[in-house]
């Protein structure tokens, strides 16, 4: 008996050592494979984030390459850099930047693209940054109709000869351009005052000023409004209905400028080809669109003119933006830190 049972002990035993040896085989196996797969998820997540690292940085590259109001920088930085050398301009361009730094309390800058569309550029982009809403008078009519009241109402079929930027696109086909370019800033002027988280709309900016084309559009619905504004106070000044903004008759007072359609011919036809907008055009920029933009001129440091606002007269609930120029044809955006 005692022999069966040591046989019996053994042969159990034997059994559930042959089944531990099969057992730890799989497990080892197993924890092979798993080490293996962990392994390989290991390998191809980092290649993943890697993948994903760089395209990120690619689309970075090319937003920042097609931005046409490039990130904030040190503003004393980049006169150093711009302004180099011991000229009486470059001595005198570095005095009016420390002179932004310390006076003004300037600490950064945003870089404008440098084309004909600068100035306008700046003056929307800050508008939409801020999310400032539309001017009283836009809220009141639709926008979207005023090619038509200016070519049908008004009789003005001149507007044919209306030439977009550096397309110097006319003809019969005009209408229609201008409607799109109309839509074009009602619908993004909307969607992005509309947006009340500063990051978001800062994101939205970037996106829109990295398109020419949709960007383009903007400027040329603005561009017309300038031209609508022109007609309807001419209109007045012909039928002394009303008074009109002291502006005008500055503007009426060129030679270039005596009427709408002279004023559409030799100044906006060319903004965005071959001229920027002058200061008369920056005075009704500002009037149009109910803010009061204030001009850093740092050509005219130490002169009564190193500071000026477009326009002069303003209603205290404007909103108040700055540009900053070295020369009144480019512009960039000036930013402040107390």
Not at 51 to 56: E, I, P, Q
Not at 102 to 111: G, V
Not at 148 to 157: F, P, V
């Amino acid at each position: 008996g005692r022999h069966e049972v040591w046989s019996w002990k053994t042969a159990s035993k034997e059994s559930l050592c042959l089944m531990w040896q099969k057992v730890k085989v799989q497990l080892m196996l197993s924890m092979s494979f798993l080490t293996a797969l962990f392994w390989y998820c290991r390998r191809l997540y980092s290649f993943l984030a890697q993948l994903l690292k760089r395209w990120s940085n690619y689309l970075q590259r090319q937003l920042i390459r097609n931005l046409s109001v490039l990130p904030e920088v040190d503003l004393l930085g980049y006169s150093a850099r711009e302004w180099k050398g011991e000229t009486k301009q470059a001595k005198q361009m570095r005095e009016a930047y420390e002179e932004l730094f310390r006076s003004c309390h300037i600490k950064y800058l945003r870089q404008v693209r440098r084309d004909n569309y600068s100035a306008v550029r700046a003056v929307l982009f800050q508008i939409f940054s801020q999310g400032i809403p539309f001017p009283s008078w836009m809220r009141e009519r639709d926008i979207l109709k005023l090619p038509e009241k200016l070519l049908y109402s008004q009789g003005c079929n001149w507007i044919q000869q209306y030439s977009f930027g550096p397309e110097r696109y006319t003809g019969p086909n005009a209408f229609g351009k201008l409607r799109k370019c109309m839509e074009a800033l009602k619908t993004n002027w909307a969607e992005i005052s509309a947006t009340r988280d500063y990051e978001e709309r800062g994101s939205m900016c970037n996106t829109l000023f990295s398109d020419e084309s949709k960007e383009y559009k903007l400027y040329e619905a603005i561009k017309f409004i300038m031209l609508y504004e022109v007609v309807e106070a001419y209109e007045q000044i012909k039928s002394r209905d009303e008074p009109v903004h002291n502006l005008f008759s500055l503007l009426f007072a060129r030679d270039s400028s005596s009427d709408p359609l002279s004023f559409m011919m030799n100044h906006l036809n060319s903004i965005g080809d071959s001229i920027c907008l002058d200061q008369v055009e920056l005075f009704l920029l500002g009037y149009l669109l109910e803010v009061k933009i204030r001009v850093y001129r740092l050509h005219r440091f130490n002169t009564e003119e190193f500071q000026v606002n477009y326009p002069d007269e303003y209603r205290r609930e404007w909103n108040e933006i700055s540009l900053l120029t070295e020369d009144d044809r480019y512009y960039h955006i000036p930013l402040f830190r107390t």
